[in-house]
């Protein structure tokens, strides 16, 4: 957990001398800590620590409607932060430590959009979500979930062009295969096995939906490789026109591939690292995501590395891939946080996708620009003599 590490006393008849030159204006989470035993405690975040603190316990103004605390303040603890990203994620964590029956309200946290295909039902249909159900493991129960998306009206349109593949019902009646139902446009335009009127047999319908979950599972490559495998078979038997068909449809399939996020996956095989610039200097923070949950992070300064009998490469593989880093916690809360952060503009840090292996190199290379932009700034910052802009929430 990313703790309150500073903690400072806080004496309104000092202050002015003892108290705000000792802050930092520096982004921070802070926990004030107020005098009454059953006042609860203010939790913030801020770009600026002293600027924010000035204003809320400094000299309070009559005329002013602006919240002062400095009558009930005893005590001020925070933490640094590097990034965005951690201070949101410490936030997080304190916010629910504090304030276990509304910290979702303080953090607005609403689960990301996802596609399910619902394989409890007789007849499986892909649909829009955002309740991801969990067996008693904590993995995704009922169904296949892919995703997430930035919002509802993206997993949407991406499912319209998906579904173009595969003859899977999109309708969300009760299926009673009556051969007297009139069925729907989709039937009428053969983009559905229409077993609402016993078009298809129970088993028919099964196989399809198995390719499509199969589809979700390998982000495309399932299908792909059989139109791929369909176009050579076609072009050997010299039925051209066949193999035009069939190339066609890769091009579609490629450009419906091609706008989907690269975050996109089947939940569970969602798999990555965060590297973000830390407070101290020289230092990345790394935030392991494991099947969509967030890790307890760690922070690798490589300037302590040198003294260390093992390779950046190797902490990297001690972290990634000890059962000790396993991670844990409330997977659409995690979820929420991660795509949050990966579809804002403009996004700070890096993000590594684990496929057959992790990217070490790549995820080095990574931090190394991390490292390189954070001294390009620090140099920037004290030939302007300027501290960095306020921005509190």
């Given amino acids: 957990m ?3 590490d500073c903690c400072l006393e806080f004496n309104p008849a000092r202050a002015e001398e003892a108290f705000f030159p000792f802050l930092p204006p520096r982004p921070a989470v802070c926990l004030i800590e107020l005098r009454g035993e059953r006042a609860e405690p203010f939790l913030m975040r801020t770009q600026n620590l002293q600027r924010r603190l000035e204003r809320l316990l400094g000299q309070v103004d009559p005329a002013s409607k602006r919240l002062n605390l400095r009558d009930f303040a005893r005590a001020i603890r925070y933490r640094l932060t590097g990034s965005k990203f951690e201070q949101t994620l410490a936030y997080y964590q304190l916010a629910k430590k504090f304030f276990p029956k509304r ?6 946290l609403r689960p990301p959009a996802v596609l399910k295909v ?11 979500t955002r309740k991801i159900p969990l067996d008693q493991d904590g993995t995704p129960a009922g169904g296949t979930y892919y995703g997430p998306f930035p919002s509802r009206r993206a997993a949407e349109a991406f499912s319209e062009r998906v579904l173009d593949f595969f003859k899977v019902r999109r309708c969300q009646i009760k299926i009673r295969r009556d051969p007297a139902f009139p069925g729907c446009i989709y039937s009428e335009m053969k983009m559905c096995l229409a077993p609402c009127f016993a078009g298809c047999t129970k088993a028919e319908y099964d196989v399809e939906v198995g390719r499509l979950v199969q589809f979700l599972e390998t982000s495309g490559g399932s299908l792909r490789t059989a139109f791929g495998e369909e176009r050579e078979k076609a072009s050997e038997e010299l039925d051209f026109e066949r193999a035009a068909a069939l190339h066609k449809k890769v091009e579609k399939l490629d450009e419906v591939l091609r706008g989907k996020p690269e975050i996109t996956r089947r939940i569970q095989d ?11 200097e020289q230092t990345i923070g790394v935030f392991a995501v494991h099947g969509g949950r967030l890790a307890e992070p760690f922070f690798l300064c490589f300037g302590e590395i040198a003294s260390q009998p093992r390779s950046a490469e190797q902490i990297f593989r001690d972290y990634l891939e000890s059962p000790a880093g396993a991670a844990n916690g409330s997977l659409d809360e995690h979820l929420s946080l991660v795509s949050r952060w990966f579809f804002s503009h403009p996004r700070e840090g ?10 070490y190199r790549r995820i080095l290379r990574g931090c190394s620009r991390l490292l390189k932009a954070s001294t390009g700034e620090s140099e920037k910052d004290s030939a302007a003599g300027t501290a960095p802009p306020e921005g509190a929430t």
């Fill in 103 to 108: 910290y979702r309200n303080l953090m607005r």
């Fill in 2 to 4: 990313l703790e309150l």
């Fill in 270 to 280: 969602l798999h990555a690292v965060i590297l973000q610039r830390a407070g101290e």
């Fill in 118 to 128: 619902n394989l409890l039902n007789a007849y499986p249909r892909c649909c829009v």
């Fill in 350 to 359: 890096e993000i590594f996708f684990r496929e057959k292996d992790w990217p």
